[in-house]
T-cell receptor, first 117, second 107 residues
């Protein structure tokens, strides 16, 4: 247990479904992140939140909609996904944002394995 | 942000030391080197970090060259559970994981 909890661990959804991924951290961190990892590919940063405010959206399609109601919780709402969206979705948190110099680093959750059928 | 270069894959015999290299020739004076690893289908896990001195913890040792242009992560006695992708990261405005080195520990 890392201190970052993601649910569900596995999710299978049809292309017309709506589902949500949940991430929760009780580490007192101020920043939270969503990453996507497709098979055999590097981690792709999707969204960054700092003190509940979105600070980064890396050209993610609108069928992915993040929500950060407070610094401890992060959601990823999924709607009308495509089979190529099947991937491991990882949530991470950190005390602050990386700005060069010392950084406290990320704590990752175990991920949600998403399969779109 | 400084970029890193790692070999795509390495093998290591169980019980031997695994030495994973990383080049970061454009590193700036205040940028740290971090190492994470990702065991299959799990989230990356922090291993160690350093600025210019060598560092050691219960998981690994980090050796940084004097010019700071490269570093080596050392797993002193590799076990099968150390099979993972190892990422070398230099702090910048983004924490970029890259493709890492896939380490396979062989029985």
């Amino acid at each position: 247990e890392t201190g970052v909890t993601q649910t569900p661990r596995h999710l299978v959804m049809g292309m017309t479904n709506k589902k949500s991924l949940k991430c929760e951290q009780h580490l007192g961190h101020n920043a939270m992140y969503w990453y996507k990892q497709s098979a055999k590919k590097p981690l792709e940063l999707m969204f960054v939140y700092n003190f509940k405010e979105q600070t980064e959206n890396n050209s993610v399609p609108s069928r992915f909609s993040p929500e950060c109601p407070n610094s401890s919780h992060l959601f990823l709402h999924l709607h009308t996904l495509q089979p190529e969206d099947s991937a491991l979705y990882l949530c991470a948190s950190s005390q602050d944002l990386p700005r060069g110099g010392f950084f406290y680093g990320y704590t990752f959750g175990s991920g949600t394995r998403l399969t779109v059928v | 942000d400084a970029k890193t270069t790692q070999p795509p894959s390495m093998d290591c015999a169980e019980g031997r030391a695994a030495n994973l290299p990383c080049n970061h020739s454009t590193i700036s004076g205040n940028e740290y080197v971090y190492w994470y690893r990702q065991i299959h289908s799990q989230g990356p896990q922090y291993i160690i970090h350093g600025l210019k001195n060598n560092e050691t913890n219960e998981m690994a040792s980090l050796i940084i060259t004097e010019d700071r242009k490269s570093s080596t992560l050392i797993l002193p006695h590799a076990t099968l559970r150390d099979t993972a992708v190892y990422y070398c990261i230099v702090t910048g405005n983004q924490f970029y994981f890259g493709t890492g080195t896939s380490l396979t520990v062989i029985p």
